[in-house]
């Protein structure tokens, strides 16, 4: 009875979280404004700075020399425990394959994941540390990007749909890979309680560490709950901060092509014709143009259009350039850890599944949130990467769609150098393999699934 009491209160706490943030996703009033402030761009990185705090990694906050030196003590204390944990796992898995046995196999399946997880987040808080200068220049510099004037209806509609899904990933990111916290370390804390409770059973930890002496001992087993549960917070919060990093900057990059393609496409006023009906985007977008710049359309002449047109174009090839270089410094300390990842996530995927269906029972959901969150983990990063490509490739759409036959002759030229540069999609790379989009997530699922089904077969033979 006090079993399944725990179950329903588990189970409510989930179904309310999970409602909160449906809630908050359909409240499109929250996110949809007239003008957007700073403020708005810097909620965004809320969670994911609050995760490099706990990691003991500086961003975007001064400290004096003094408390700077203690933030470094902190994170290299950190690392170490992190590579402790590796160091011991490998040790264990090297033990545990000299057995032969088929179910020595399936110990080292239960610890590959783990495994791949803290050397995940060994590199992830490493770049974090060793690179900060540029993942604060991305910050920063984008934070400069931002629109803080009056904007028309089409770009609050983009800015407004970009932080509504950013900030319910964002969320959901961080409430799943928290759930697997929940879910992974739960078993040898209620195991506790049930001995306390004058219930006979085996003492378990859920990590298998090579150790020199006996953890279960009295005291020692304790403390290696205590260690272990260290081990998997800073494992999980330092990947997940690396992660929702690498996605916020991408969500942002992404928004700001997207303006530019809006501002690209409302850049030449075409008069209404037989041709161009005022129903056609290009006339819907000439009579706002027309509504916005009546008084210069009154009084300029062709020189004063062709500079004011041609000190426009500057302006959107310089923002431009500086997208497609904030994308490359995105890839730049990204691209080894996003290689490991996905070598990483086909292992962690298939031995996920086989541990949730074989040795798991049903009402146990360690491996089963394990392989919820490598799936969400890669499915949120190629969103963002498929999301940037799509992004950069619409600014070629907007360069042609525009009324740029209406252009004096110099700025017919800027545009089509701009139109060929534009046609070159922007990726994000895994060090050159593979590009960080859907199509790279399907050859995961793929690729996973066919190890999966290979080792369950042999698991049945």
């Given at each position: 009875?006090?079993?399944?009491?725990?179950?329903?209160?588990?189970?409510?706490?989930?179904?309310?979280?999970?409602?909160?943030?449906?809630?908050?996703?359909?409240?499109?009033?929250?996110?949809?404004?007239?003008?957007?402030?700073?403020?708005?761009?810097?909620?965004?990185?809320?969670?994911?700075?609050?995760?490099?705090?706990?990691?003991?990694?500086?961003?975007?906050?001064?400290?004096s020399r003094f408390k700077s030196v203690c933030w470094v003590i902190m994170y290299w204390f950190e690392f170490l425990n992190l590579s402790f944990a590796l160091l011991v796992e490998f040790i264990s898995m090297v033990e545990t394959g000299q057995g032969?046995?088929?179910?020595?196999?399936?110990?080292?399946?239960?610890m590959l994941p783990c495994f791949g997880f803290v050397l995940l987040a060994i590199l992830k808080s490493y770049k974090m540390v060793r690179c900060r200068n540029i993942f604060e220049n991305l910050i920063y510099e984008m934070r400069d990007m931002w629109?803080?004037?009056?904007?028309?209806?089409?770009?609050?509609?983009?800015?407004?749909?970009?932080?509504?899904?950013?900030?319910?990933?964002?969320?959901?990111?961080?409430?799943?890979?928290?759930?697997?916290?929940?879910?992974?370390?739960?078993?040898?804390?209620?195991?506790?309680?049930?001995?306390?409770?004058?219930?006979?059973?085996?003492?378990?930890?859920?990590?298998?560490?090579?150790?020199?002496?006996?953890?279960?001992q009295p005291g020692y087993y304790e403390v290696m709950i205590a260690v272990q549960t260290w081990h998997s917070i800073l494992t999980i919060w330092a990947n997940m901060a690396g992660d929702l990093l690498f996605v916020i900057f991408l969500s942002h990059?992404?928004?700001?092509?997207?303006?530019?393609?809006?501002?690209?496409?409302?850049?030449?006023?075409?008069?209404?014709?037989?041709?161009?009906?005022?129903?056609?985007?290009?006339?819907?977008?000439?009579?706002?143009?027309?509504?916005?710049?009546?008084?210069?359309?009154?009084?300029?002449?062709?020189?004063?259009?062709?500079?004011?047109?041609?000190?426009?174009?500057?302006?959107?090839?310089?923002?431009?350039?500086?997208?497609?270089?904030?994308?490359?410094?995105?890839?730049?300390?990204?691209?080894?850890?996003?290689?490991?990842?996905?070598?990483?996530?086909?292992?962690?995927?298939?031995?996920?599944?086989?541990?949730?269906?074989?040795?798991?029972?049903?009402?146990?959901?360690?491996?089963?949130?394990?392989?919820?969150?490598?799936?969400?983990?890669?499915?949120?990063?190629?969103?963002?990467?498929?999301?940037?490509?799509?992004?950069?490739?619409?600014?070629?759409?907007?360069?042609?769609?525009?009324?740029?036959?209406?252009?004096?002759?110099?700025?017919?030229?800027?545009?089509?150098?701009?139109?060929?540069?534009?046609?070159?999609?922007?990726?994000?790379?895994?060090?050159?393999?593979?590009?960080?989009?859907?199509?790279?997530?399907?050859?995961?699922?793929?690729?996973?699934?066919?190890?999966?089904?290979?080792?369950?077969?042999?698991?049945?033979?």
């Open positions: 009875m006090h079993f399944e009491f725990l179950y329903n209160v588990v189970f409510s706490v989930v179904i309310r979280i999970i409602m909160s943030f449906l809630i908050e996703f359909l409240n499109k009033n929250k996110y949809y404004k007239q003008t957007y402030q700073k403020k708005d761009y810097d909620d965004t990185y809320d969670i994911a700075i609050f995760l490099t705090k706990f990691v003991a990694i500086q961003m975007t906050h001064r400290l032969g046995s088929f179910q020595d196999a399936i110990k080292i399946f239960k629109n803080t004037a009056s904007i028309d209806h089409e770009e609050r509609q983009l800015i407004g749909s970009a932080l509504r899904c950013l900030h319910f990933m964002v969320k959901g990111f961080y409430f799943c890979n928290n759930l697997l916290l929940v879910t992974f370390l739960y078993a040898p804390f209620w195991e506790m309680v049930k001995r306390y409770s004058g219930y006979e059973n085996e003492k378990c930890l859920q990590l298998f560490y090579w150790l020199p002496f006996d953890p279960l990059i992404t928004l700001q092509f997207d303006l530019l393609s809006v501002r690209i496409k409302k850049l030449i006023y075409v008069p209404h014709d037989d041709q161009l009906l005022e129903t056609y985007p290009l006339g819907l977008d000439s009579a706002a143009y027309l509504e916005k710049h009546r008084l210069a359309m009154e009084t300029f002449s062709e020189i004063d259009w062709e500079d004011y047109y041609a000190k426009e174009i500057t302006e959107i090839v310089l923002r431009h350039r500086a997208l497609i270089r904030l994308s490359g410094d995105v890839e730049s300390v990204y691209k080894v850890a996003l290689l490991v990842n996905f070598i990483n996530s086909s292992i962690v995927l298939c031995f996920c599944e086989f541990c949730s269906i074989v040795v798991e029972k049903w009402n146990e959901f360690g491996y089963k949130s394990f392989l919820v969150t490598a799936l969400s983990q890669m499915w949120i990063m190629c969103w963002y990467g498929q999301q940037l490509a799509d992004s950069t490739e619409r600014v070629s759409h907007a360069v042609y769609n525009s009324g740029w036959y209406r252009a004096p002759k110099k700025i017919k030229r800027s545009l089509l150098i701009m139109l060929l540069r534009s046609q070159k999609t922007v990726y994000v790379s895994t060090c050159g393999f593979s590009n960080i989009t859907m199509a790279s997530y399907s050859n995961i699922i793929k690729t996973s699934w066919s190890y999966f089904t290979l080792l369950l077969n042999i698991y049945r033979q």
